[in-house]
């Protein structure tokens, strides 16, 4: 009666390997070099993906810090604009007072303490 041949003909070839030399060094040797290898990528992956998060936490931070900036330039603008308009508008009759410069030296001044450039 013919013998019954369970699983892969080519497992068991290799298994016939392993059996005659007491376990395949080679084998092992290489599966070892590949685990190794395969950990090393896997950890250069997670210390690039947590590079990328640092950098974009930092520049979520700095593009804060601008936008507040821009804020800020933009008040000073106003007065800049109102010191003008006072000034070459007093011939005509417009007063300082009228434009609300006091205002806004108050709120550029809270904003310059509490802001860093």
């Known amino acids: 009666m013919p ?17 005659n030399t007491g376990g395949d060094v080679h ?15 896997r ?8 590079e990328t998060m640092d950098k974009v936490s930092q ?14 330039l933009a008040k000073e603008l106003t007065f800049l604009k109102d010191i003008f308009m006072a000034h ?14 006091k205002g806004l030296l108050e709120e550029d001044e809270e904003l310059m303490s509490g802001s860093e450039y």
């Open 3 to 19: 013998r019954k041949i369970s699983g892969n003909p080519k497992n068991q070839n290799q298994n016939q390997n392993q059996n």
């Open 27 to 41: 084998y092992t040797e290489k599966r070892q070099k590949n685990n190794d290898a395969v950990k090393k990528s």
């Open 43 to 50: 950890e250069k992956t997670r210390q690039k993906a947590k």
């Open 59 to 72: 520049l979520k931070q700095e593009n804060e810090m601008l936008e507040e900036r821009i804020k800020l």
């Open 88 to 101: 070459a508008g007093s011939a005509h009759g417009i007063t300082v007072d009228d434009m609300e410069i």
